[in-house]
């Protein structure tokens, strides 16, 4: 099993509940086709500080260019490969590749052929 898929049915654990990720359906993202998130970590579990998804971008789709005017947001490339334009500047996703959007940074990535699989974080929680 790939890191990706250990991720898919891994599991949260917190002192007083574990949550499995199995469990967590994915939903598309409500603007981007081809986009999908699996939320994590949410607000109600941070008292709003951060929020934790799995992203998963099918071959060839974007996450169009965009601006979150207040978090933070950082992708952990986990499989797949594509490519990110980041304040102007195109970095190459690949595993193993970490990104930092700073607040009201324009960027959008856009998935290579096998399509792109990653983490996303946002400081303060984004849902």
């Given at each position: 099993m790939d890191t990706f898929e250990l991720f898919n049915v891994g599991k949260l654990v917190l002192p007083e509940k574990e949550v499995d990720f199995a469990e967590i359906e994915?939903?598309?993202?409500?603007?981007?086709?081809?986009?999908?998130?699996?939320?994590?970590?949410?607000?109600?579990?941070?008292?709003?500080?951060?929020?934790?998804?799995?992203?998963?971008?099918?071959?060839?789709?974007?996450?169009?260019?965009?601006?979150?005017?207040?978090?933070?947001?950082?992708?952990?490339?986990?499989?797949?490969?594509?490519?990110?334009?980041?304040?102007?500047?195109?970095?190459?996703?690949?595993p193993g590749t970490i990104s930092i959007m700073q607040a009201g940074t324009a960027h959008e990535v856009t998935a290579g052929s096998e399509g792109l699989y990653l983490f996303a974080k946002f400081i303060p929680a984004l849902c």
């Open positions: 994915w939903s598309k993202h409500p603007t981007f086709k081809g986009v999908e998130l699996k939320h994590i970590i949410t607000a109600k579990d941070t008292d709003g500080k951060f929020s934790y998804h799995l992203v998963r971008i099918a071959p060839g789709c974007s996450i169009l260019n965009h601006i979150h005017e207040t978090q933070l947001e950082t992708h952990e490339v986990i499989r797949g490969v594509g490519r990110c334009v980041n304040a102007g500047n195109m970095i190459s996703y690949e």
